[in-house]
C-alpha cells in the first residue's frame, strides 16, 4: 500500500510564498499522474495542479502564474510552490496520486492533506 504524506503548509500573510512536499512511501510504485487538491472550510475539494510523465502540467485558473507543481529528483516526491498567496488559497492540500497508471484514470491514493492559512 502506498503512503502519501504532505508537509510544508502553515500560516503567510497575503503576498507571501510556501512551498509544500509530498512523500509517497510503503513500496517502489508506478504513477504517471500525480498531483495536488485543496478543499476550504464548506467547499467540495478541487484539483490545484497535476503533473505527468514526461512533465506536463496542468492548472487551475485561479492558480495559474503564481502555483508550480514539480516532481523531485527522487521519484517519490512531489512538491507544489506557491507564490503571491490569498486568503482564498486558503485550503486544506491534499497530494495525490494514480498509482499504477496515468492521468485519464482516477486519483486512487491520498494523503492526509496539510492545512495553509492566507491571513494578515
Excluded: H
Amino acid at each position: 500500500q502506498v503512503q502519501l504524506q504532505e508537509s510544508g503548509g502553515g500560516s503567510v500573510q497575503p503576498g507571501g510564498s510556501l512551498r509544500l512536499s509530498c512523500v509517497a512511501s510503503g513500496y517502489t510504485y508506478s504513477s504517471y499522474c500525480k498531483g495536488w487538491f485543496r478543499q476550504a472550510p464548506g467547499k467540495e475539494r478541487e484539483e490545484v495542479a497535476r503533473i505527468e510523465t514526461g512533465g506536463d502540467t496542468t492548472y487551475a485558473d485561479s492558480v495559474k502564474g503564481r502555483f508550480i507543481i514539480s516532481s523531485g529528483n527522487a521519484k517519490n516526491t512531489l512538491y507544489l510552490q506557491m507564490n503571491s498567496l490569498q486568503p482564498e488559497d486558503t485550503a486544506v492540500y491534499y497530494c495525490a496520486a494514480v498509482v499504477g497508471g496515468y492521468c485519464d484514470r482516477p486519483f486512487n491514493s491520498w494523503g492526509q492533506g496539510t492545512q495553509v492559512t492566507v491571513s494578515s
